[in-house]
């Protein structure tokens, strides 16, 4: 029983002083919460908001926010898309100021055509390694409206010419750039 005792004496004061530390830790996330939870609130706002105004150009804009302050960095098909962009950050609650470097690009892929590039790249690099093996993962395919580049180095020039006669005959392969080196 004096054990009990003795173990308490120690174990209370201990415990009142961790105690102090994690009302002192919980007040200083209290104080810091809304700011973080603000600035994630409005950037999923804006995220939102870009997508309603145009969904292909809202996959190639980054937002980041703090306290507040609001960038936008990417890439948009027109400069009426990035003024679009620009109002809607600026109608979230919360929002202080905003900056853009979205650059326009009338070429950027829609969501469906991006999809089918990486269907491609993968159904590709399936062929390769199925027809190569190991050999297939130093190539890296990359595709873009059917036109697949290969790029990296392979071991033998008959590794090379498998790797390519593979991925011309890849089901949806327009055509193939060839950027890969041999390395004896």
């Avoid at 994690?22 to 996330?29: F, L, M, N, R, T």
């Avoid at 908001?49 to 960095?73: E, F, P, Q, T, Y």
């Avoid at 790249?121 to 027809?131: I, K, W």
Wanted: aromatic content about 4%.
């Amino acid at each position: 029983m004096k054990r009990y005792w003795f173990f308490l004496a120690i174990l209370v004061p201990v415990l009142s002083g961790c105690s102090q530390d994690v009302s002192q830790a919980e007040k200083s996330i209290s104080t810091a919460a809304p700011a973080i939870i603000g600035d994630a609130g409005i950037a999923a706002q804006i995220e939102a908001g870009l997508v309603r105004i145009d969904a292909d150009s809202a996959l190639h804009v980054a937002v980041n926010v703090h306290g507040g302050d609001v960038r936008l960095s990417g890439r948009a098909k027109s400069a009426a898309i990035v003024q679009r962009f620009i109002d809607a950050a600026k109608g979230v609650n919360g929002v202080k100021n905003v900056a853009s470097t979205v650059v326009v690009d009338p070429k950027l892929p829609s969501a469906t055509a991006q999809a089918k590039d990486f269907s491609l790249e993968a159904e590709v690099s399936a062929a390769l390694f199925g027809q190569a093996g190991l050999n297939a993962f130093s190539v890296k395919p990359s595709a873009h409206a059917g036109v697949v580049t290969l790029t990296g180095t392979v071991k033998s020039d008959a590794i090379k010419s498998t790797i390519l006669e593979t991925a011309k005959h890849a089901s949806g392969v327009k055509s193939v750039v060839d950027r890969i080196s041999v390395k004896t």
